[in-house]
């Protein structure tokens, strides 16, 4: 396997009405753009199980691919379920991501009690079906706003996460730096599908954008939308905060395509990943 380079190539995937572009990233934690035989009709394909984003306009079509952080480097398949049934071989390379190490005063949120973790495994299952939607329209692939406006980056997403000396789940998303009680819009147009506190994210929102493409706001000091509200690019969600586990008020902000948390970071316009002073 070629080593993925390190500046990230990007591709623009025109549409009939609007030119959108995401940075292609395949490496484990990333995005793959994987081109489909031509089809007249919009071609079903599914990735690990999960149905995938389909980009273009007939008869030339791209899969939109999210990619688990713990996928190893090499080949992986697209399944195609129609027009034709086959299989779709693409290569992924390795991305290692840093190390974090955070320590918490509050141990409940390093070894929750037995009743705390059921709650918490509770919580883990709703969020996993609310990112396993699939429906609706072809969503925008660029972000040309934050969640917070004069913002900074936190801590990036990926990274390898160590509470108290004891290793947890990577980052799975990026946080934002925010005031407590900033406030928090949603990038893209959406509908909510969660809005409440969850034992770990806190206050807590989750968008709906079509097609897979699903986003999560955490550590909420307020909320603003309720589920089934359909939101503009812009809208507002609520108030940023440090409610759950957290060290300090920040937003963090997840992006997932077919049930894979990806870098929300590639989804961002060139002007935004400078603001976060993101290598480009
Ligand atoms: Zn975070």
Redesign the pocket.
Known sequence: MRPYPGRLAALCLIGSLQAQALIVAPVNGGIAAVALPDSDSRPQVSYLGHPVLVSGQAPHWRAIVGIPLDRPAGIEHLDEMAPLTQSIPFPIGHKAYPEQHITLSDHHMVDPTPAQLTRIHRELTEEKADFALFDGQQPPLRIDHLPVTATALD?AFGLRRFFNGEERAP?S???LKAREGQMVTTPLPGRVVLGRELYFNGGTVIVDHGQGLVSMY?HLSHIDVQPGEMLAAGAELGRAGHSGRATGPHL?WSMSLNDVRIDPALLLSDDLRRQLGLDH
Do not use: K
Request: proline share 0%; glycine share 14%.
């Open positions: 801590s980052h998303g990026l946080d955490c963090h």
